[in-house]
């Protein structure tokens, strides 16, 4: 599997390794994507898709005929 450097603010990296339990900032960042892609498709799953809210927004009214 290919590699990734990223640059992250130590403020933040140190919140999510608190919240995590971790003592790798490594670590950390893998745990928070890794989640928020199992997330993303359960909650896809459950919802629809983006589009899919759109069936709830109110009718345009249309134009009366006669």
Not at 7 to 29: F, I, K, N, W, Y
Not at 39 to 59: M, N, S, Y
């Amino acid at each position: 599997m290919a590699k990734v450097t990223i640059t992250l603010d130590a403020d933040l990296a140190l919140e999510v390794m608190m919240r995590l339990g971790v003592t790798s900032p490594q670590d950390a960042v893998e745990l928070v994507v890794r989640d928020y892609l199992a997330t993303d498709r359960r909650t896809v799953a459950r919802t629809g898709g983006t589009r899919d809210g759109e069936r709830f927004l109110p009718k345009p009214p249309t134009a009366e005929e006669g």
